[in-house]
């Protein structure tokens, strides 16, 4: 009879130290997507295929760091649930 929690446990350090750390990368790049969009719509308010193009970036840089919110979310729910069987 194998120890169901053996799967939690052989999972947690790749969660920990490959996916946690990629997660978080990925976050920041989004962040600073985000960032660069509203420099770009500051720095450059009288063009308006700046503003544009800064608008694109603040919204992708947004979706991004939901995605990768959301990701974290469901590896953590998935990783906690099978720790406990």
Same mark, same amino acid.
């Given at each position: 009879m194998s120890d169901p929690s053996a799967f939690g446990r052989i999972i947690d350090p790749i969660?920990?130290?490959?996916v946690n750390p990629v997660i978080t990368l990925m976050f920041g790049i $989004?962040?600073? &997507?985000?960032?660069?969009?509203?420099?770009?719509?500051?720095?450059k308010g009288g063009?308006? =295929?700046?503003?544009?193009t800064?608008?694109?970036h603040?919204? $992708?840089?947004? &979706?991004g760091m939901f995605i990768m919110?959301?990701?974290?979310g469901l590896i953590?729910?998935? =990783?906690?649930?099978v720790k406990t069987f």
């Open positions: 969660i920990t130290h490959i $989004g962040l600073i &997507v985000f960032a660069y969009g509203i420099f770009e719509m500051v720095w063009d308006p =295929s700046a503003r544009t800064g608008r694109y603040m919204l $992708g840089g947004l &979706v919110l959301s990701a974290w953590y729910l998935v =990783s906690n649930t």
